[in-house]
C-alpha cells in the first residue's frame, strides 16, 4: 500500500511569489496534517484537517493556508513567500482525527525560498 | 509558555543502551510519542505512551510519568542504523494535534 505521498520533492521559489504544496494521505485516512521543520529543529503544527474541516491551526500567519479535498487529499498555499519559509514541508495522515491515533509522516517538500 | 525539553545530541557504542529524556510543559496533554528520523527522511513512529509506565516494543521501550511531566525513550543493544534523530511530541488536543521536541542527535560509533 502506498504511504503519504507529497508533491513537489523540492522547488526553488523567489520571495514575495506563492507556492502550493499537495499530499494525498494514506488510503482510508481521512484526517492530513501539515508541519513545517525548519533544518535542525523539530516539526512544528501549521493545519489539521479532518473531513475536509478545520480541526487545529498552529500560530503561523495568514499567509497560510490550506483545505481538504472529497478524497481527502490536501494542499497547502503560501502567499508573499519569505526567505523564513525555507523549509520541508511535512504531511502526515491519520485514520481519524482523535489523540492517540497514529500520524503516518510523508517524505516531505524541500522549499527554499531565494 | 509551552516547551519540550529533550538533549541536543547522544553518543554510543554499538550494543550499548542509550535513553532520551523529554521533560515537557503543554497546554494541554494527551499523550507522549516519539518519532525517529533519519537525515532526508520522513519521521516514522515508534511508540505511543498516554498513561503512566513502561511501553515496550522490540528494542525499544517509552516510559512516561504523567505527574513529573516526565518520559523517556530507551534504546537497547544499539546498532549503526540507530543513527538519527529522536522526537518526544505530546498530542495537545483532543483532535491529535501534536507538539514536537527539538530532536536529540543520537550518533552510534563501532
Known amino acids: 500500500d502506498a504511504g503519504v505521498t507529497q508533491s513537489p520533492t523540492h522547488l526553488i521559489k523567489t520571495r514575495g511569489q506563492h507556492v502550493t504544496l499537495r499530499c494525498s494521505p494514506i488510503s482510508g485516512h481521512k484526517s492530513v496534517s501539515w508541519y513545517q521543520q525548519v533544518l535542525g529543529q523539530g516539526p512544528q503544527f501549521i493545519f489539521q484537517y479532518y473531513e475536509k474541516e478545520e480541526r487545529g491551526r498552529g500560530n503561523f500567519p495568514d499567509r497560510f493556508s490550506a483545505r481538504q479535498f472529497p478524497n481527502y487529499s490536501s494542499e497547502l498555499n503560501v502567499n508573499a513567500l519569505l526567505l523564513g519559509d525555507s523549509a520541508l514541508y511535512l504531511c502526515a495522515s491519520s485514520l481519524t482525527a482523535v489523540s492517540g491515533n497514529t500520524i503516518y509522516f510523508g517524505e516531505g517538500s524541500w522549499l527554499t525560498v531565494v | 509558555g509551552q516547551s519540550l525539553e529533550q538533549p541536543s545530541e547522544v553518543t554510543a557504542v554499538e550494543g550499548a543502551i542509550v535513553q532520551i529524556n523529554c521533560t515537557y510543559q503543554t497546554s494541554g496533554f494527551y499523550g507522549l510519542s516519539w518519532y525517529q528520523q533519519h537525515d532526508g527522511g520522513a519521521p516514522t513512529f515508534l511508540s505511543y505512551n498516554a498513561l503512566d509506565g513502561l511501553e515496550e516494543t522490540g528494542r525499544f521501550s517509552s516510559f512516561l510519568s504523567r505527574s513529573d511531566s516526565y518520559g523517556y525513550l530507551l534504546l537497547q543493544e544499539l546498532q549503526m542504523k540507530d543513527s538519527a534523530s529522536y522526537f518526544c511530541?505530546?498530542?495537545?488536543?483532543?483532535?491529535?494535534?501534536?507538539?514536537f521536541g527539538a530532536g536529540t542527535q543520537v550518533v552510534v560509533t563501532p
Open positions: 511530541a505530546v498530542s495537545t488536543d483532543s483532535w491529535g494535534k501534536f507538539q
